[in-house]
């Protein structure tokens, strides 16, 4: 299983979504390791990822797999956090 990081900022309406879609997705995957990085208060850890602008934004062993966009609905965010898992899961 490779290891899946997310960058996030507090109070992100995107990111609040994204966690319930992880919440959802990862019952049907084996256990993960999810690193989670606040784009405001680890912005030195957040700086190895300058791929990507929006947030929530998730890497499968630092690679972009996903990342969240203006006026998404749920159903993409579930539907992109689940490629994320299966991207961890090959």
Do not use: H, W
Not at 52 to 74: I, N
Request: contains cysteine.
């Amino acid at each position: 299983m490779k290891r899946i990081t997310m960058i996030k900022i507090e109070g992100c309406p995107y990111c609040a979504a994204a966690f319930k879609a992880i919440d959802t997705v990862k019952k049907n995957y084996p256990p993960v390791e999810l690193e989670i990085i606040d784009e405001n208060l680890q912005p030195k850890l957040a700086e190895r990822f300058f791929d990507y602008y929006y947030v929530p934004s998730m890497f499968v062993d630092d690679k972009k797999v996903y990342e969240a966009q203006p006026g998404e609905t749920y159903d993409e965010c579930l539907a992109n956090v689940q490629k994320v898992f299966e991207a961890a899961n090959t």
